[in-house]
């Protein structure tokens, strides 16, 4: 083996470990956020829509001026259709 390839090893090792321990800090401090009450994530916008979104489907509105109405995206209106 090359010596290029076993340097090139044991870099690639050394950044995994590193990236194991960064996610596991990560782990540690959004439990610790959670177990204080800051943490709590991105509320959902358009799950409460969806009866909105498919009644105002049914009317025969396009997903562009539903999303308008509501104030939600496109996309989010395609997935509740």
């Known amino acids: 083996m090359r010596l290029l390839d076993c340097i090139h090893n044991l870099l690639g090792s050394i950044y995994q470990f590193e990236r ?12 610790k ?20 979104i498919v009644e105002l489907t049914n ?3 396009k997903p562009s001026e539903i999303a308008k109405k509501l104030g939600i995206g496109v996309a989010s209106v395609y997935r509740y259709r």
């Open 33 to 52: 956020a959670k177990a204080e009450g800051k943490f709590k994530g991105r509320v959902p916008t358009a799950k409460n829509h969806s009866a909105e």
């Open 20 to 31: 194991e321990i960064l996610l596991e800090r990560q782990k540690v401090g959004i439990a």
């Open 59 to 61: 009317q025969g509105m």
